[in-house]
């Protein structure tokens, strides 16, 4: 896998797609590869109109006290990104350069800014929803950056990326339904822009002991669908596509309630937009000009 | 005593839709509103009254489905440790 990896990374660079940023997982996008970018974001902004999604956009930082209940910490502590800045005085402001000039670990000079980077980009919209939800739950289209900690040579594991989400908040049978409506529907988007999709039951990356718990609940509950792909390797397929149901997470951490008075379950799907682009460069070739026209035509209508 | 145990902590960390004290032994706790999230809390809460570690494999769902079966896991790791 890292062999491979690191040959489609290579290839990626020197096509001018992604710009490297000097550490592993980061990247500047080229126009070619913004421009697969926002198609697929036009596609799916369409697909989630079908479902009367109201389109909200959200920075890439959510307030520490969203994070806190979002119970983040708990499943994925090695994922997470904290903003720090620093709150100190002059003498501190001295104390910071020296530390810096000296090539000392200046950022322990630093202090939390009671923020944190979104590792996904439902986490700022549920706050918005604390009450009771209309009759039949509500629907969202939501896109932004999501930061997650886990540098890697594989450019499908980037730390800074994109999510594309269509999120329903109602009851339990709701979000069950949207959860199997998106993979279907994901699944066609994709097989559409001839890629070889399959549908797998998956699991989170959870940390630690309490972690191998959830993901084996996670599993045996089918909560968790990927769209997999090959991507870097063939042998490992790449999840660009995920349709989670959530349970009542999300609805008992922020007090959100369906109109019939019961505890909201959510579901999600999220499409890794920069994964998609990938898949696509990977499947059909890195220079755009030249793809399937079938393929062009579907992004570029 | 193991099983005042076992409730106590559903009671607590459980978070189901029924009352705990009159739930049957062997009833499905994940009907009655048992989540992944709180099963976990459960399992924890358990490893800090009884003062053992779950072993990985019994890190799972069913270990945690009923009160009964929570007792017979509990029974076995509690006596392995007397052993």
Same mark, same amino acid.
């Given at each position: 896998?890292?062999?491979?990896?690191? *040959?489609?990374?290579?290839?990626?660079?020197?096509?001018?797609?992604?710009?490297?940023?000097?550490?592993?997982?980061?990247?500047?996008?080229?126009?070619?590869?913004?421009?697969?970018?926002?198609?697929?974001?036009?596609?799916?902004?369409?697909?989630?109109?079908?479902?009367?999604?109201?389109?909200?956009?959200?920075?890439?930082?959510?307030?520490?006290?969203?994070?806190?209940?979002?119970?983040?910490?708990? *499943?994925?502590?090695?994922?997470?990104?904290?903003?720090?800045?620093?709150?100190?005085?002059?003498?501190?402001?001295?104390?910071?350069?020296?530390?810096?000039?000296?090539?000392?670990?200046?950022?322990?000079?630093?202090?939390?800014?009671?923020?944190?980077?979104?590792?996904?980009?439902?986490?700022?919209?549920?706050?918005?929803?604390?009450?009771?939800?209309?009759?039949?739950?509500?629907?969202?289209?939501?896109?932004?950056?999501?930061?997650?900690?886990?540098?890697?040579?594989?450019?499908?594991?980037?730390?800074?990326?994109?999510?594309?989400?269509?999120?329903?908040?109602?009851?339990?049978?709701?979000?069950?339904?949207?959860?199997?409506?998106?993979?279907?529907?994901?699944?066609?988007?994709?097989?559409?822009?001839?890629?070889?999709?399959?549908?797998?039951?998956?699991?989170?990356?959870?940390?630690?002991?309490?972690?191998?718990?959830?993901?084996?609940?996670?599993?045996?509950?089918?909560?968790?669908?990927?769209?997999?792909?090959?991507?870097?390797?063939?042998?490992?397929?790449?999840?660009?596509? *995920?349709?989670?149901?959530?349970?009542?997470?999300?609805?008992?951490?922020?007090?959100?309630?369906?109109?019939?008075?019961?505890?909201?379950? *959510?579901?999600?799907?999220?499409?890794?937009?920069?994964?998609?682009?990938?898949?696509?460069?990977?499947?059909?070739?890195?220079?755009?000009?030249?793809?399937?026209?079938?393929?062009?035509?579907?992004?570029?209508? | 005593?193991?099983?005042?145990?076992?409730?106590?902590?559903?009671?607590?960390?459980?978070?189901?839709?029924?009352?705990?004290?009159?739930?049957?032994?062997?009833?499905?706790?994940? @009907?009655?509103?048992?989540?992944?999230?709180?099963?976990?809390?459960?399992?924890?809460?358990?490893?800090?009254?009884?003062?053992?570690?779950?072993?990985? @494999?019994?890190?799972?769902?069913?270990?945690?489905?009923?009160?009964?079966?929570?007792?017979?896991?509990?029974?076995?790791?509690?006596?392995?440790?007397?052993?």
């Amino acid at each position: 896998m890292g062999i491979v990896a690191t *040959s489609f990374r290579d290839e990626l660079l020197a096509a001018g797609l992604l710009v490297p940023l000097g550490a592993d997982g980061l990247y500047g996008r080229a126009a070619a590869f913004e421009d697969v970018v926002d198609a697929l974001a036009r596609l799916i902004v369409s697909l989630g109109a079908a479902d009367g999604a109201a389109r909200i956009r959200f920075p890439p930082i959510e307030p520490r006290s969203v994070f806190d209940r979002t119970d983040y910490l708990r *499943s994925f502590p090695d994922l997470t990104g904290a903003v720090v800045t620093f709150r100190g005085d002059d003498a501190g402001h001295a104390r910071l350069l020296a530390a810096a000039d000296t090539g000392d670990d200046w950022t322990e000079l630093l202090e939390p800014a009671d923020a944190m980077l979104c590792p996904a980009v439902c986490h700022p919209l549920y706050p918005t929803l604390t009450g009771t939800l209309p009759a039949g739950g509500a629907t969202y289209d939501l896109q932004g950056w999501c930061f997650r900690h886990e540098p890697s040579v594989d450019p499908a594991r980037m730390q800074a990326f994109r999510q594309h989400e269509i999120v329903y908040v109602g009851d339990a049978a709701g979000a069950r339904a949207h959860r199997d409506r998106w993979v279907e529907r994901g699944t066609e988007l994709l097989a559409d822009l001839g890629l070889d999709v399959e549908a797998v039951v998956a699991n989170d990356p959870f940390f630690g002991r309490v972690g191998r718990m959830l993901a084996t609940n996670q599993r045996d509950q089918e909560l968790k669908i990927e769209l997999v792909v090959t991507v870097a390797s063939a042998d490992q397929p790449t999840a660009v596509v *995920s349709s989670n149901c959530h349970e009542d997470h999300f609805g008992a951490a922020f007090g959100i309630n369906t109109a019939e008075g019961d505890v909201a379950h *959510s579901a999600c799907v999220g499409f890794g937009l920069e994964r998609v682009t990938l898949a696509l460069l990977r499947r059909h070739g890195l220079d755009v000009e030249r793809w399937p026209s079938t393929v062009r035509d579907r992004l570029w209508p | 005593m193991t099983d005042d145990v076992i409730r106590a902590v559903l009671a607590e960390h459980g978070r189901l839709a029924v009352d705990v004290a009159a739930l049957d032994p062997d009833a499905d706790l994940y @009907q009655v509103g048992l989540t992944s999230h709180a099963s976990v809390n459960v399992m924890l809460a358990l490893e800090d009254s009884f003062d053992f570690e779950f072993p990985e @494999q019994m890190l799972r769902k069913r270990t945690f489905e009923s009160i009964a079966a929570i007792r017979a896991v509990v029974d076995g790791l509690t006596r392995a440790e007397v052993d």
